[in-house]
């Protein structure tokens, strides 16, 4: 399987997902690399700040460089740039990594009508009260 290696700009932390203000979209790679590691795939990640012996020891990653850091975050698959300047989504990743992402298939019953999933319409309640009153009144 794949490895896919991510080249982060300097940040707080490893994730950058810390302090009282932190970036949604680091949140959601981080949650998205998460994920592919469930997936079975090789997930590794260097931030600049910590542990910038990484970012020298990789040629791709070095080449890049001379560019500027603006290229990162750089995403490598196998050791080949596969993406840089920008975060990619699950799907990208995926892709990259030969991971099929499945979406949920929500029936639409499920997602219309009655509280946590029923299949009832809003009506029903009320139609079931009506039926209810009516036996009271019949005693």
Same mark, same amino acid.
């Given at each position: 399987?794949?490895?896919?290696?991510?080249?982060?700009?300097?940040?707080?932390?490893?994730? *950058?997902?810390? *302090? $009282?203000? %932190?970036?949604?979209?680091?949140?959601?790679?981080?949650?998205?690399?998460?994920?592919?590691?469930? &997936?079975?795939?090789?997930?590794?990640?260097?931030?600049?700040? %910590?542990?910038?012996?990484?970012?020298?020891?990789?040629?791709?990653?070095?080449?890049?460089? &001379?560019?500027?850091?603006?290229?990162?975050?750089?995403?490598? #698959?196998?050791?080949?740039?596969?993406?840089?300047?920008?975060? $990619?989504?699950?799907?990208?990743?995926?892709? #990259?990594?030969?991971?099929?992402?499945?979406? #949920?298939?929500?029936?639409?019953?499920?997602?219309? @009508?009655?509280?946590? @999933?029923? %299949?009832?319409?809003?009506?029903?309640?009320?139609?079931?009260?009506?039926? #209810?009153? *009516?036996?009271?009144?019949?005693?």
């Amino acid at each position: 399987m794949a490895t896919i290696r991510v080249f982060d700009p300097a940040m707080c932390c490893s994730t *950058g997902v810390c *302090g $009282p203000t %932190s970036d949604p979209e680091l949140a959601r790679f981080a949650a998205d690399l998460d994920w592919l590691q469930k &997936q079975g795939v090789k997930v590794e990640r260097y931030n600049l700040s %910590s542990q910038p012996g990484a970012f020298a020891e990789a040629p791709a990653v070095k080449e890049a460089l &001379q560019r500027g850091t603006e290229v990162l975050p750089l995403v490598l #698959l196998d050791d080949r740039i596969a993406t840089e300047g920008a975060y $990619p989504s699950r799907e990208t990743l995926a892709a #990259l990594a030969g991971v099929v992402v499945r979406k #949920l298939n929500v029936p639409a019953s499920a997602s219309t @009508g009655g509280c946590c @999933g029923s %299949s009832a319409t809003p009506g029903d309640a009320t139609k079931k009260k009506r039926r #209810l009153r *009516g036996r009271d009144r019949a005693r």
